[in-house]
């Protein structure tokens, strides 16, 4: 079996959320270590204050005649600013760091509980029901890390400026998810990305309804993942939705909103943070989409289009050591890009996987049909069917040596070891079965020879689809071999071939782990069909075809050689002119 990409399980899932949880509780509570940044009456201050959102009892009216009134405020002190004892506002987050510095064993323990929680739902989930690159634990690292990296950014946002929590692009990591893989597990990972960032103001209530109303919002509006502009789009539009949710939250809490009078704030503005950091998230995650695909384990475009260059060394050494593989290859590719954009997967991924996933051909080329001249005699007749299945077999594994050697990229790798799954070489299975006299596989030997080889030696040694796009590529590796058969080139015919192919595919099991549905193989059975049929449609033949139709055979076949003549014998007649004007015509 091949060294494939490794897959999360269940103690990887535990010691990755216990891990992040430490980094998630450092980071939310290092600057309660700092002396130099602890709050002091009458010094300027060296980080932001911040008092999150919630009820409070303060004291008006002049002395003598103070009366408590019931509030809900938040409090905001920016860095470098002196605090006024006389102020109640300073005086109250004075108070307020005070009681926090230095953090209790107790507190610490319950933010490590709560980060360990989320860390190991979203884990487990992404384990147990994500599709199936979310279950490699390349993809579990990457996520964690891209959450710890934003909350990261958060926290800077809110120690050293004194710009409303709004603005805190929460919402980016959720993008990059849903690019990379689907909704769902994004529509996770912004759930755990709201907490963690609420969590860094006391789970302010309002922070996180904004940030998990904005996330949710920007990942339903991704309807076209490749273009920067919807991405900016998404994100404002979530902005304005945030907006509203935030306005609408604001009446419940204090009773009334003033939106002229937010507005006039300008930065310091609510609203425009609103707005503001949900563009913001759309932006980010536009111009920093190639590092943090990378962090998760994909391929940036850039790179992929890279890849397609003919002019290459593999595709180079492909085309001129194996070139009927290749000429498969290239129409492969066609198929596949087209199928893949049908169901919405990675059309330029699958393109890139169809040009490589055969360069182990190129060791041993004459062992594959397609690369054999006409009448050439083939290596296997003087070969036992297990060594002719070994050597066929060779390919996978050496074509995803060559590619990991070449420095391609994991997921292009992944075609050369899964378009063929586990598959049984069946015509050297079946040739073994014959050569040795068993039947359906039962072993009776005579004595003298050794045990018979069963199935286990004639599969591939690679591992099922596990993507949408490996399972197109196996699919279309066999579809495009079959089209050449398939006469005459009718839709009908196309569709009835596909379907068997599916059929096989899906009774072998070889579609069991790659997250295609039922309404995806009927989109990919006609989408196949039909540029199928574009593929070989019938051309007008040209009029030198039509008048050579017409021609006698002789006419437009080598003729037989002409005895030689005695110089003693007078030559033959030339023929009678009418019988020349019949054969120009």
């Not at 430490?22 to 002091?40: A, E, K, N, R, Y």
């Not at 789970?203 to 309807?223: A, P, S």
Request: proline share 7%; net charge neutral; with cysteine.
């Amino acid at each position: 079996m091949l060294r494939t990409r490794v897959r999360a399980g269940p103690v990887a899932s535990l010691v990755l959320s216990v891990v992040f949880a430490v980094l998630f509780t450092g980071l939310s509570c290092f600057d309660l270590f700092i002396d130099s940044w602890s709050p002091q009456l009458g010094q300027a201050t060296r980080v932001a204050l911040r008092i999150p959102h919630g009820s409070r009892i303060v004291v008006r009216g002049e002395e003598g005649d103070s009366r408590m009134v019931y509030q809900t405020r938040r409090v905001t002190i920016p860095p470098f600013i002196v605090l006024d004892e006389t102020k109640d506002d300073h005086r109250e987050a004075f108070a307020y760091e005070s009681l926090r510095r230095p953090p209790k064993p107790i507190r610490l323990a319950g933010y490590l509980v709560i980060y360990g929680t989320l860390s190991f739902m979203l884990s487990s989930y992404m384990r147990r029901l994500g599709q199936s690159r979310v279950r490699l634990l390349r993809t579990h690292i990457g996520v964690f890390s891209l959450i710890f990296l934003m909350t990261a950014v958060a926290k800077g946002l809110l120690l050293f400026t004194q710009l409303p929590e709004y603005w805190v692009p929460v919402g980016t990591v959720s993008i990059w998810v849903a690019m990379g893989f689907d909704r769902r597990t994004a529509m996770l990972v912004n759930l755990m990305m709201a907490f963690v960032a609420a969590s860094l103001l006391r789970f302010d209530l309002l922070f996180l309804t904004v940030v998990l109303v904005r996330g949710m919002m920007i990942t339903l509006l991704l309807f076209n993942r490749r273009k920067p502009r919807q991405l900016m789009l998404a994100g404002t539009i979530a902005g304005v939705a945030t907006a509203v949710s935030y306005i609408a939250m604001d009446v419940v809490f204090e009773g009334t909103f003033h939106p002229i009078a937010d507005l006039s704030l300008l930065l310091d503005s609510r609203l425009l943070a609103c707005v503001g950091g949900g563009a913001l998230c759309g932006l980010i995650s536009s111009v920093l989409r190639d590092p943090a695909e990378r962090l998760l384990g994909q391929v940036p475009r850039d790179k992929l289009l890279d890849l397609t260059d003919i002019e290459s060394p593999l595709l180079k050494k492909l085309s001129e050591e194996a070139p009927g593989t290749w000429e498969h290859s290239r129409a492969m590719a066609n198929l596949a890009e087209a199928a893949a954009a049908a169901i919405g997967a990675d059309p330029l991924l699958t393109r890139v996987g169809a040009y490589y996933h055969d360069v182990g051909k190129t060791i041993q080329p004459k062992y594959f049909v397609e690369n054999q001249s006409p009448g050439e005699p083939s290596p296997h007749e003087g070969l036992e069917p297990e060594v002719s299945a070994d050597a066929i077999m060779a390919h996978v594994v050496l074509g995803t040596r060559m590619l990991r050697e070449a420095g391609i990229p994991e997921p292009v790798v992944e075609f050369a070891y899964t378009h063929h799954g586990t598959q049984l070489v069946e015509y050297f299975w079946n040739k073994y079965l014959e050569q040795n006299g068993l039947k359906d596989g039962a072993a009776t030997p005579a004595s003298d020879k050794p045990a018979p080889r069963t199935e286990d030696h004639f599969r591939y040694p690679g591992m099922k689809p596990q993507t949408k796009e490996t399972a197109i590529l196996m699919l279309v590796d066999s579809v495009e071999a079959a089209s050449r058969t398939v006469s005459p080139p009718e839709y009908d015919k196309f569709e009835e071939m596909i379907r068997r192919v599916v059929f096989y595919k899906l009774a072998s099991g070889q579609l069991d782990d790659c997250g295609l549905r039922m309404d995806d193989l009927r989109t990919l059975i006609q989408r196949l069909a039909t540029t199928l049929v574009n593929v070989y449609h019938a051309r007008i033949k040209y009029p030198w075809q039509r008048q050579q139709e017409h021609l006698p055979a002789q006419s437009y076949t080598t003729p037989p050689p002409q005895p030689v003549v005695p110089l003693a014998v007078s030559p033959p007649a030339p023929p009678a002119e009418d019988t020349i004007a019949k054969r120009g015509n």
